[in-house]
């Protein structure tokens, strides 16, 4: 229920090369993602004239494409899909814990890890958990969370910035995605339901790890690139949101001192310490495949030959067929229109359930919010209620993206999703006073980094709160 399939255009500037070039590379892509054969998740690609173009695509600019080919992707919303998946293992049996930072791996007499430090970062309180084996997988911190254990092996990652902006859906007339091929690589312009997403760029980040930020020349350079194709320029006005992502960039080899290594094309396990396995790189769509492979490691082969990983065949919670609680029946006990129902099947999936039972306990959870109506109140009691959401900023930025589907941050909508997670998390009105004032502060140190003009200043800027 979390993902879905959007069609991409690969524009074409010359008529007979390049579509029979481009037509090559797309169809072997299609070859790829059948998952045997005669069963495909997407449909085939399929090649358009201008005329179609002027159908599927208006506002792609005739001096831009003298046709196209269209093929299928997919979409998923990261953190919601991350937050599915940690529900889904706790299921299991798994302990989650957010806001923990592992700040020390500790060793027995014989050298082995056996546990970690964990600090509360609520509370600062520091525990100490043993475990038979530490796994860390920490993306662009990977070299610093290998370094807690004191050892000098593991692997080499770096981190990549990419940035996006969101445009409002009315902005661009189209009914796909393009995929543009830029000096630097490629952009992306993707149809998201009521927006577009625009982006990416790609430039080494060395500042705070915690808080990337896009600035004002990424910003103008997606524009630019955006607007080299499209029939109406974009303007800066017509930004409601940006935000940037760092990505781990896996570096050949591993650090002197690494005791064992397995290394992908795309992602590499290694263990710079008895008890301790590292994985790094590869990409979010080959998360279970990674996994796999860092437990497997972990077990060592003969265990994990006896004890095949089950990853494939397990379902994220919601995505589970229902029989009770039909949509329909739904929409019409709460007045629910199709845009809502299909919003809120595409984030809960069967678990919309629980969504109504919210509404079914106190009906104004049934309603939009005022400032940002494509939410329903329900969704930020589930937000705390199911979703572990701690602060204003889990809420606006993660739960829910309202962050940069509504102008200036969501901040119209910031007084009522306060007074519900007030509710639902016991906040006295000075704590919910602090709490707003926190999500605030964010949201200007956000935008005044997207007026500075390199990586540093924004990063000064953004560190302001
Ligand atoms: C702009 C952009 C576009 C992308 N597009 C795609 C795409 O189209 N398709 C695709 O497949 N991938 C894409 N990616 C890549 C994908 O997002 C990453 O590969 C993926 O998020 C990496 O996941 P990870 O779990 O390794 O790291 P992260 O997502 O960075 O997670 C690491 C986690 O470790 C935690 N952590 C770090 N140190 C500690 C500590 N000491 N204690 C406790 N916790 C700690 C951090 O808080 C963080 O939550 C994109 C990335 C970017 C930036």
């Known amino acids: 229920h979390l993902v879905r399939p959007v069609p991409f255009l690969y524009p074409l500037r010359h008529r007979v090369w390049e579509r029979a070039f481009v037509g090559a590379g797309i169809a072997l892509y299609d070859v790829l993602a059948t998952l045997r054969r005669g069963k495909r998740a997407l449909p085939w690609h399929r090649h358009l004239s201008r005329a179609d173009l002027d159908r599927v695509f208006p506002d792609l600019s005739a001096r831009a494409a003298v046709g196209a080919i269209e093929y299928w992707d997919a979409?998923?919303?990261?953190?919601?899909?991350?937050t599915t998946l940690v529900r889904t293992a706790a299921g299991y049996g798994a302990q989650a814990a957010t806001r923990i930072q592992v700040v020390e791996l500790t060793k027995n007499g014989a050298g082995v890890v056996d546990g970690a430090l964990l600090r509360d970062l609520e509370t600062d309180r520091v525990i100490a958990v043993k475990a038979r084996h530490v796994i860390s997988s920490t993306g662009v911190w990977t070299e610093q969370s290998q370094a807690l254990a004191g050892e000098t092996g593991g692997l080499r990652v770096l981190a990549s910035k990419g940035i996006h902006i969101v445009v409002p859906r009315d902005r661009i007339e189209g009914d796909a995605g393009l995929i543009l091929q830029t000096k630097k690589s490629v952009l992306f312009v993707i149809p998201w339901s009521r927006y577009w997403v625009i982006g990416t760029t790609d430039t080494p980040w060395t500042e705070d790890l915690v808080n990337p930020a896009a600035h004002a020349r990424d910003i103008n350079y997606v524009l630019d690139e955006a607007n080299a194709v499209l029939e109406k320029a974009l303007t800066h006005d017509d930004i409601i949101g940006t935000w940037a992502g760092l990505r781990?960039?896996?570096?050949?080899?591993?650090?002197?001192?690494?005791?064992?290594?397995?290394?992908?094309?795309?992602?590499?396990?290694?263990?710079p310490v008895p008890g301790l396995t590292v994985i790094a790189g590869g990409k979010f769509t080959t998360y279970r495949i990674m996994a796999r492979d860092a437990v497997d490691f972990a077990l060592g082969a003969e265990a994990?030959?006896?004890?095949?990983?089950?990853?494939?065949?397990?379902?994220?919670?919601?995505?589970?067929?229902?029989?009770?609680?039909?949509?329909?029946?739904?929409?019409?006990?709460?007045?629910?229109?199709?845009?809502?129902?299909?919003?809120?099947?595409?984030?809960?999936?069967?678990?919309?359930?629980?969504?109504?039972?919210?509404?079914?306990?106190?009906?104004?959870?049934?309603?939009?919010?005022?400032?940002?109506?494509?939410?329903?109140r329900a969704e930020i009691a589930y937000a705390v209620s199911h979703e572990g959401a701690l602060h204003l900023e889990d809420v606006m930025h993660r739960r829910t993206r309202m962050v940069y589907e509504y102008a200036d941050e969501a901040l119209a909508a910031l007084p009522e999703v306060a007074r519900i997670v007030a509710g639902e998390l016991g906040w006295s009105d000075a704590r919910r006073d602090e709490e707003v004032a926190a999500y605030t502060a964010v949201a200007d140190a956000v935008a005044a980094a997207a007026r500075a003009s390199d990586d540093s200043e924004a990063a000064r800027a953004r560190a302001a709160a």
């Not at 979409?75 to 991350?82: F, G, I, L």
């Open 75 to 82: 979409t998923v919303d990261d953190a919601r899909y991350v």
């Open 248 to 271: 781990p960039l896996l570096q050949p080899g591993t650090k002197d001192g690494t005791a064992s290594e397995k290394v992908s094309r795309e992602h590499a396990v290694a263990s």
């Open 304 to 376: 994990a030959a006896a004890r095949p990983s089950i990853t494939q065949t397990l379902p994220l919670v919601g995505g589970r067929p229902s029989t009770d609680g039909a949509p329909g029946a739904l929409a019409r006990q709460f007045g629910w229109d199709a845009a809502m129902v299909d919003h809120l099947l595409h984030r809960y999936g069967s678990d919309i359930r629980d969504i109504a039972e919210i509404c079914d306990r106190d009906e104004t959870m049934s309603r939009p919010l005022e400032h940002a109506p494509a939410y329903l």
